[in-house]
């Protein structure tokens, strides 16, 4: 790319937000100005990108002006705040929160699996839901060749999820416990070291939690078919990096675990890792610092006669967040959606 861009992160100081500045470096976009934003809680604070260090600069409306490319990952709050200035300014906004994804006129998007979507962008492209990122780049590929009618899926999601203070409280409970300590949860309801909470985001009336409903909601909206039924058990772990999907999928025409191989050998961005018989399988700890989407256990399910079951693994905060976000910039400067302010 001959093209350089002027780019924005905003919440460049958390978790997803500092991975976002990483990759950016990673793969070498082509970045003329970086320009890290948080709150003024960040400021003197300083962000380190191509052996520079960048102050922090506190984000208000003014923040975008002369900029041509936001990568938001600040809260669903604060993306419906500043996001329509970050547009009125003339830069594209890829949002990783959960403010605009349903809504209908803006575009969700995750580039190995409906990058035509970017073309109907009006200023703003969503990145979905962590757990849905992953599931949806392994179904992909099924779904194109013999369709989905069914997804079942039980997930198992890092603390990282949850933010910098979760993955701190995971680390100070264990410690605790290990010595005999006293043990506090504050980010969760109930502890999380040692456990495992069914519980991820608020309940809702149907007795489904949001991230549950996102998983269902998200998923057809990226793959474009209302028809698909979905549901989802979403389950916090005590794992720092990484989250894990046992899914389960109904397929419009058989399929044999052989061909679901083949398929998903040939996929962008999809590892497979399935030998049993040498316990070769995706892990949580081998996935954390990854790019790929691993899947494994590929198996066909006794149950159902159209039935497929697989585990499915993934880096939450590299491609169930920042990646994907990255990803979704390049895509924009390949088709040439990203102008030069």
């Known amino acids: ?55 922090v600069e506190a984000l208000d409306t003014d923040s975008f002006k002369g900029f041509d490319l936001a990568l938001f ?21 890829v949002d990783n929160s959960s403010a605009f994804r349903m809504e209908s006129h803006i575009p969700l998007v995750v580039p190995e699996v409906n990058p035509k979507a970017l073309k109907s962008h009006s200023g703003i492209i969503a990145n979905p839901n962590c757990s849905t990122i992953q599931m949806v780049v392994a179904l992909k590929p099924i779904y194109d060749a013999v369709g989905i009618e069914r997804i079942v899926v039980s997930t198992y999601q890092a603390v990282s999820g949850t933010g910098q203070k979760a993955i701190e409280e995971l680390a100070d409970q264990t410690k605790a416990l290990l010595s005999g300590g006293e043990v506090k949860n504050k980010v969760y309801p109930h502890r999380i ?8 985001d608020a ?11 996102k998983m269902v909601n998200e998923t057809r909206k ?17 794992v720092f990096y990484s989250h894990s999907e046992a899914v389960w999928i109904e397929t419009g025409k058989k399929i044999i675990p052989e061909e679901v191989r083949r398929l998903l050998k040939k996929a962008p961005g999809v590892s497979v890792l399935d030998d049993p018989s040498r316990n070769e399988y995706p892990l949580a700890t081998n996935a954390a610092g990854k790019n790929d989407t691993f899947v494994g256990r590929i198996r066909e399910d006794i149950s159902c006669e159209r039935g497929i079951v697989m585990w499915i693994v ?28």
Do not use: W
């Open 193 to 200: 070291a040692f456990n495992c909470l069914p519980h991820i």
């Open 222 to 238: 990226i793959l474009s078919d209302d028809s698909i039924m979905v549901s989802a058990t979403t389950v916090r772990v005590p």
């Open 1 to 55: 790319m001959s093209k350089k861009y002027k780019v924005a992160v905003a919440g460049a100081t958390g978790a997803v937000g500092r991975e976002m500045v990483k990759i950016l470096e990673e793969r070498d976009f082509p970045v003329e100005t970086l320009k890290p934003l948080a709150s003024s809680r960040s400021i003197g604070r300083k962000i380190e990108f191509r052996d520079q260090e960048i102050p």
């Open 314 to 341: 993934s880096d939450n905060v590299r491609k169930g967040a920042a990646l994907n976000a990255v990803q979704i910039g390049e895509a924009l400067t390949d088709k040439g959606l990203l102008k030069i302010s």
């Open 73 to 93: 990952s600040a809260g669903a709050s604060v993306s419906k705040e500043f996001a329509p200035y970050a547009v009125k300014s003339g830069c594209v906004v």
């Open 203 to 213: 309940f809702l009336d149907n007795d489904y939690t949001k991230e549950e409903m």
